[in-house]
């Protein structure tokens, strides 16, 4: 009897840990960063009361940096979902067959896991549940939240309002949506060695008051302990962070 029975599975915690880790980092680097900018700008343990502002602000900088990568392939991978749709259309498929077949493509395309594919099943789903096209394309558009997604959404929904070849009116727009995004694809490629330097000059700073404080300590000394210097060191660091927001703001470009 014992024989017959089957080893239990062990439960596979090892994705868990990861995805909690991960998301758990970046609170250390905005302690860890408070406590650096606690010591360089202030030079005590009182310091930390001022440099814990720092962490909403880090906290604030790195969410906005992983929505923007996070946009940024949810838009690379849009643009090829849409030209799987049109793709399909040429070749004679129904638009419900055309956008079920491309999700079929996205899952070759991306094996080891997509954004936009999830959105994509929750798309097909409503369709084969008899929910409208129009009405589940725009559910998905308004999810991914993506302008160029929306903007196909319209024009499927007045498309299929208005009858006729509403396929070639879908092709045109898609492969207009799709030149726009290869537009902000270029720019973001330009912008690229941009952005490297703009987070090294955001490094620099530091790193010179650092170099100085290890190097030539007395000559930075009047800065601590009094009033006047602690003023001014708060203003320094404020007008930091100000420039470090301005600098990134610079090189976003909308198109």
Request: net charge positive.
């Amino acid at each position: 009897m014992g024989k017959d029975r089957k080893p239990k599975k062990k439960r596979q915690t090892t994705g868990k840990w990861s995805i909690n880790i991960k998301n758990t980092v970046p609170y250390f680097q905005a302690v860890g960063l408070s406590a650096v900018i606690a010591f360089l700008f202030y030079r005590s343990i009182w310091g930390m009361a001022v440099a814990v502002a720092v962490i909403p602000f880090w906290l604030r900088l790195w969410k906005n940096e992983q929505a923007a990568k996070r946009k940024s392939v949810l838009l690379l991978e849009f643009k090829e979902y849409m030209m799987m749709i049109v793709a399909s259309l040429q070749t004679g498929y129904s638009l419900e067959r055309a956008i079920k077949q491309s999700e079929i493509e996205i899952k070759k395309l991306y094996p080891n896991g997509s954004v936009i594919l999830p959105y994509v099943h929750v798309m097909n789903q409503k369709i084969a549940m008899n929910i409208q096209l129009e009405k589940a394309f725009m559910d998905f558009a308004q999810a991914v939240n993506l302008e160029e997604a929306i903007s196909l959404a319209d024009i499927i929904s007045f498309a299929k309002r208005s009858g006729g070849d509403y396929g070639k009116n879908i092709r045109e727009t898609a492969i207009k949506i799709e030149e726009n995004l290869a537009i902000k694809q270029e720019i973001e490629t330009i912008t690229t060695e941009k952005r490297l330097e703009l987070k090294v000059m955001c490094v620099m700073p530091m790193g010179i008051l650092a170099y100085i404080t290890l190097t030539s300590s007395s000559f930075i000394a009047p800065l601590y302990g009094n009033i006047i210097g602690i003023t001014l060191m708060s203003v320094c660091l404020v007008a930091y962070g100000l420039l470090i927001m301005l600098g990134r703001r610079i090189i976003e470009i909308n198109v």
